[in-house]
T-cell receptor, first 113, second 115 residues
Framework: AQKVTQAQTEISVVEKEDVTLDCVYE???????LFWYKQPPSGELVFLIR??????QNEISGRYSWNFQKSTSSFNFTITASQVVDSAVYFC??????????FGSGTRLLVRP | DSGVTQTPKHLITATGQRVTLRCSPRSGDLSVYWYQQSLDQGLQFLIQ???????AKGNILERFSAQQFPDLHSELNLSSLELGDSALYFCASSVGGGPGTGELFFGEGSRLTVL
């Protein structure tokens, strides 16, 4: 069965620190898709990135970077030089052939000034 | 703004009542998804429709039902409401309906409070 684990319930950092949010997934499928979403205090879910299982290239987008490692079934998310506006709940999600997009329990990130 | 519209944004009702949540997907998107977000259960997938037909089902209670209409908007009906149904209900849409269809775009959610 598909499963997404975000072991870090809450992380608190001081502004400008780098922070990594962990995501470990379980799936029996060879083709699957991984996602990260951000949920700021306002409540909406904002799409950040999608990664296919056959593309293990890491990706960088500004201060955000993602490290996908099939060998450890992990898809970690790093924010470099964090800012107060990064404070939010971050969700990792997995979609396999069953069509369902399953979310992890989320990591609440608090960036303090 | 994701382009997905959900109404109402807030809803307060009593136990035993029935409510309908409405969702308009992004222009051009054929799939609609419903999710429930509660403090103890996290984000739970309820159901997906693709071009009017049910595509996938998650942990949706029998008291809940959904449909997607010919104009592609969707409604989630919640009946015989219980206190535990209080949650934020999200609708999302995507272009296609398959696993590789790309990201889901979420609406702002409908917050349901059952008293």
């Amino acid at each position: 069965a598909q499963k997404v684990t975000q072991a870090q319930t809450e992380i608190s950092v001081v502004e400008k620190e780098d922070v990594t949010l962990d995501c470990v997934y379980e799936t029996r499928d060879t083709t699957y898709y991984l996602f990260w979403y951000k949920q700021p205090p306002s409540g909406e879910l904002v799409f950040l990135i999608r990664r296919n299982s056959f593309d293990e290239q890491n990706e960088i987008s500004g201060r955000y970077s993602w490290n996908f490692q099939k060998s450890t079934s992990s898809f970690n998310f790093t924010i470099t030089a964090s800012q107060v506006v990064d404070s939010a709940v971050y969700f990792c999600a997995l979609r396999e052939s069953s069509y369902k997009l399953i979310f992890g329990s989320g990591t609440r990130l608090l960036v303090r000034p | 703004d994701s382009g997905v519209t959900q109404t109402p944004k807030h809803l307060i009702t009593a136990t035993g009542q029935r409510v309908t949540l409405r969702c308009s997907p992004r222009s051009g998107d054929l799939s609609v998804y419903w999710y429930q977000q509660s403090l103890d259960q996290g984000l739970q997938f309820l159901i997906q429709y693709y071009n009017g037909e049910e595509r996938a089902k998650g942990n949706i209670l029998e008291r809940f039902s959904a449909q997607q209409f010919p104009d592609l908007h969707s409604e989630l009906n919640l009946s015989s409401l219980e206190l535990g149904d209080s949650a934020l209900y999200f609708c999302a849409s995507s272009v296609g309906g398959g696993p590789g269809t790309g990201e889901l775009f979420f609406g702002e959610g409908s917050r349901l409070t059952v008293l």
